[in-house]
């Protein structure tokens, strides 16, 4: 049973070009999320998917981000117009569906770590 | 709002002593609490999880935490550090977001180890 599938690991953009990550969930998982860490920093979370919906976007920065998880194939994370400030480590994390809130546990990608130049 | 706290940047030990890694949360409910463990270069890694119950929770690679609501802490544990131990640890807080947490996350303690 493959793990969360993050790619690129690592991604280099000059400033002004896009920026796009791809999350792959576990098998059997319906919730993706997206987090962001900053050097020296912990992850801050960015936003919540199920299957063709954001729940919560609450972390997102109002422009140049978005992110979507369609019905078929993996969460995308775009970034617009990167810029140096946007240099950071991204994961996904998934959970499963389960009415137990306890047993939504999230399991990590090994995150893609975005260079700005 | 949810918020967590390590107040510890960077902490050393020699491998076989003991180790408390320190976190303070604030959550209005009973909290969710977590510690992942992150590798260089790596994603993070789940320790071990509070949700109810027996305040002391154990864990994998022989890591436990306590729960105490008093003092609002969920403190991480282990009898003797090994070397493999260095790392980067974050406690997290869940927050209740329609069926699934939000996890909320202290800056992190980053462990050296001295042989």
């Known amino acids: 049973n493959a793990g969360v599938m993050q790619n690129p690991r690592h991604l280099v953009r000059r400033r002004g070009q896009e920026a796009r990550l791809r999350c792959s969930p576990m098998?059997?998982?319906?919730?993706v999320y997206w987090y962001r860490q900053l050097p020296e920093e912990g992850l801050k979370f960015m936003v919540y998917?199920?299957?063709?919906?954001?729940?919560?976007e609450s972390g997102m920065p109002k422009e140049r981000f978005s992110a979507e998880f369609p019905k078929e194939g993996p969460s995308i994370l775009r970034i617009q117009q990167v810029v140096r400030g946007d240099s950071a480590a991204y994961f996904c994390?998934?959970?499963?569906?389960?009415?137990?809130?306890?047993?939504?546990?999230?399991?990590f990608g090994a995150g893609t770590r975005l260079s700005v130049l | 709002a949810q918020s967590v706290t390590q107040p510890d940047i960077h902490i050393t030990v020699s491998e076989g002593a003991s180790l408390e890694l320190r976190c303070n949360y604030s959550?209005?409910?009973?909290?969710?609490l977590f510690w992942y463990v992150q590798s260089p270069g790596q994603g993070l890694q789940l320790l071990l999880k509070?949700?109810?119950?027996?305040?002391l929770v154990q864990g994998i690679k022989g890591f436990e935490a306590e729960f105490k609501r008093s003092q609002s802490s969920f403190n991480l544990r282990k009898p003797s550090v090994h070397w493999s131990d260095a790392a980067e640890y974050f406690c997290?807080?869940?927050?209740?977001?329609?069926?699934?947490?939000?996890?909320?996350f202290g800056q992190g303690t980053r462990l050296t180890i001295n042989p």
């Open positions: 994390a998934s959970s499963p569906r389960d009415r137990l809130v306890a047993k939504n546990i999230q399991y």
């Open positions: 959550y209005g409910a009973t909290p969710y």
């Open positions: 998917l199920q299957k063709e919906n954001i729940i919560d």
């Open positions: 997290a807080v869940g927050a209740l977001i329609q069926g699934a947490q939000k996890l909320v």
């Open positions: 098998k059997g998982h319906s919730h």
């Open positions: 509070y949700f109810s119950g027996d305040t």
